[in-house]
């Protein structure tokens, strides 16, 4: 859903406001970078939690921080932000932030010694 509202706001961006040099090559590239990243992300999440496989689990945690980046650049360093780009990659950014303490809090969770009483 994400990932369609900003390629929507991107190619409205290309038709309705000049840009200037390669900006709107970088902002592309950039943008392009990080849907496919996310896509990867949330499908080793998923295969991760379905198969039970940790590897890909952590592999998909561990790729939160590529598309942190890349959200970060869409909200702090694009030409040109829409107020409805701001908030919703302000949201992602919060989910991202949540995730991870999810994941560090499992973590933690299973260094504990088992108990048996």
């Given at each position: 859903?994400?990932?369609c509202c900003e390629m929507a706001m991107g190619l409205l961006k290309a038709i309705n406001l000049s840009y200037t040099g390669h900006t709107l090559a970088?902002?592309?590239?950039?943008?392009?970078?990080?849907i496919v990243l996310e896509t990867l992300r949330l499908m080793m999440g998923?295969?991760?939690?379905?198969?039970?496989?940790g590897w890909t689990a952590i592999?998909?945690?561990?790729?939160t921080?590529?598309?942190f980046l890349g959200v970060s650049?869409?909200?702090l360093l694009q030409t040109y932000r829409l107020r409805l780009e701001y908030c919703l990659c302000t949201l992602q950014?919060?989910?991202y932030?949540?995730?991870v303490w999810y994941a560090i809090v499992f973590v933690f969770s299973l260094c504990r010694p088992v108990t048996y009483d």
């Open positions: 859903m994400f990932a970088q902002d592309s590239t950039v943008m392009i970078s990080f998923r295969k991760g939690t379905l198969a039970e496989r592999m998909s945690v561990f790729l921080v590529p598309c650049y869409l909200l950014i919060a989910l932030l949540t995730e």
